[in-house]
T-cell receptor, first 110, second 117 residues
Framework: AQRVTQPEKLLSVFKGAPVELKCNYSYSGSPELFWYVQYSRQRLQLLLRHISRESIKGFTADLNKGETSFHLKKPFAQEEDSAMYYCALSSGGGADGLTFGKGTHLIIQP | DTGVSQNPRHKITKRGQNVTFRCDPISEHNRLYWYRQTLGQGPEFLTYFQNEAQLEKSRLLSDRFSAERPKGSFSTLEIQRTEQGDSAMYLC???????????????FGSGTQLSVL
């Protein structure tokens, strides 16, 4: 069965400091990994996905199949980055639902 | 607002009652998903539709739960004989996926918060 683990429920860093939100997954095939974000009083929305190899709002994430990880990183945190972040996995290759982690609440202190 | 719309936003009901939620996806989206989220957890997949066909159901979806998408547009999720454990946020999401391709970007609604007393 596929599983996504986000070990930190809460992460607090100061503005301007680097941020790394951890995500590990368990899946026997070739997964597709995503990061979704929910800002206060807003809907859950896609932040980025590994297949796009993109940087969104300064965030990047690299899929490491050896370590089965997909950590989210940003070199310099901004106050507007404060939000709930969810890592999600899709088995891909067809239709199925995403498996989400429990989420990490990121707080950027001024 | 042309995003995914869910109604009602909040529902309070007594144990044993039936409830129905509605989801209107983004108009051209062919896939529609239902998720459930409880406090401190990420969204959990319940079921999804490709147009009007319900293609997958999670084992979380007991026989008290039923979902429909009769014309391939809006969807309803009904919970019969509600239990206190059904209290959660019910999220709907939609996506546009060309046939044969994998899951793409999901657009979520604001959810329906169910409280079973």
């Amino acid at each position: 069965a596929q599983r996504v683990t986000q070990p930190e429920k809460l992460l607090s860093v100061f503005k301007g400091a680097p941020v790394e939100l951890k995500c590990n997954y368990s899946y026997s095939g070739s997964p597709e990994l995503f990061w979704y974000v929910q800002y206060s009083r807003q809907r859950l929305q896609l932040l980025l996905r590994h297949i796009s190899r993109e940087s969104i709002k300064g965030f990047t994430a690299d899929l490491n199949k050896g370590e089965t990880s997909f950590h989210l990183k940003k070199p310099f945190a901004q106050e507007e980055d404060s939000a709930m972040y969810y890592c999600a996995l899709s088995s891909g290759g067809g239709a199925d639902g995403l498996t989400f982690g429990k989420g990490t609440h990121l707080i950027i202190q001024p | 607002d042309t995003g995914v719309s869910q109604n009602p936003r909040h529902k309070i009901t007594k144990r044993g009652q039936n409830v129905t939620f509605r989801c209107d996806p983004i108009s051209e989206h062919n896939r529609l998903y239902w998720y459930r989220q409880t406090l401190g957890q990420g969204p959990e997949f319940l079921t999804y539709f490709q147009n009007e066909a319900q293609l997958e159901k999670s084992r979380l979806l007991s026989d008290r739960f039923s979902a429909e998408r009769p014309k391939g547009s809006f969807s309803t999720l009904e919970i019969q004989r509600t239990e206190q454990g059904d209290s959660a946020m019910y999220l709907c999401a939609s996506s546009l996926v060309p046939a044969g391709l994998a899951n793409e970007k999901l657009f979520f609604g604001s959810g329906t918060q169910l409280s079973v007393l």
